[in-house]
């Protein structure tokens, strides 16, 4: 079955550090990935995705992340955290024409030490 | 500006009592979803529909209703068998199911008292 596991369920990091949210995927095929954002209180917002091609994605806010299919993984990186980053971030794989939903992980939260 | 309308944002309920969560579309998306988020727990499908007229249970559809009569809307019905309905209930929608990225509205907090 298909499965999405963020390791993580906190991280905390330094205002001006670098980022890496881990997220782990189980799936056949090719996935098409997500990263989405939430603030407290607040829906989810794309941060980037990646469906084919360079397995280097730019997102929004400064986020990247990178698809390894040897090591099924798809992590968020960023060089350079800013206290309004602190929120949820969610990874999310979808699977294709055939499949009627995202499969999601559990969740990151991510906590800015000032 | 396109995008998705969640009302209210704050509910109350009284326990027994059906209560109605209403989400509007105008992206002109086919696919609409119906998320429940309780902490710690990501999210959990509720209910889905990829086209008017039509739709399909999730993982969690026990004491959930829905209706998609019209393309822009896919309201939720929470119903007295419900056993657990506080939550934090988020309203979705995509081009395609699975394949594209999902917009989400700002959800609604339902508090049963």
């Known amino acids: 079955a298909q499965s999405v596991t963020q390791p993580d369920i906190h991280i905390t990091v330094s205002e001006g550090a670098s980022l890496e949210l881990r997220c782990n995927y189980s799936?056949?095929?090719?996935?098409?990935l997500f990263w989405y954002v939430q603030s407290p209180g607040q829906g989810l917002q794309l941060l980037l995705k990646y469906f084919s091609g360079d397995t280097l994605v730019q997102g929004i806010k400064g986020f990247e992340a990178e698809f390894k299919r040897s090591q099924s993984s798809f992590n968020l990186r960023k060089p350079s955290v800013h206290w309004s980053d602190a929120a949820e971030y969610f990874c999310a794989v979808g699977a294709g024409y055939s499949n009627y939903q995202l499969i999601w992980g559990a969740g990151t939260k991510l906590i800015i030490k000032p | 500006d396109g995008g998705i309308t969640q009302s209210p944002k704050y509910l109350f309920r009284k326990e027994g009592q059906n209560v109605t969560l209403s989400c509007e579309q105008n992206?002109?998306?086919?696919?609409m979803y119906w998320y429940r988020q309780d902490p710690g727990q990501g999210l959990r499908l509720i209910y889905y529909?990829?086209?008017?007229?039509?739709?399909q249970k999730g993982d969690i559809a026990e004491g959930y209703s829905v209706s998609r009569e019209k393309k822009e809307s896919f309201p939720l019905t929470v119903t007295s068998a419900q056993k657990n309905p506080t939550a934090f209930y988020l309203c979705?929608?995509?081009?395609?199911?699975?394949?594209?990225?999902?917009?989400f509205g700002q959800g609604t907090r339902l508090t049963v008292v």
């Open positions: 529909s990829q086209i008017v007229n039509d739709f």
């Open positions: 992206l002109n998306h086919d696919a």
């Open positions: 799936y056949g095929a090719t996935p098409y």
């Open positions: 979705a929608s995509s081009l395609q199911t699975g394949r594209t990225e999902a917009f």
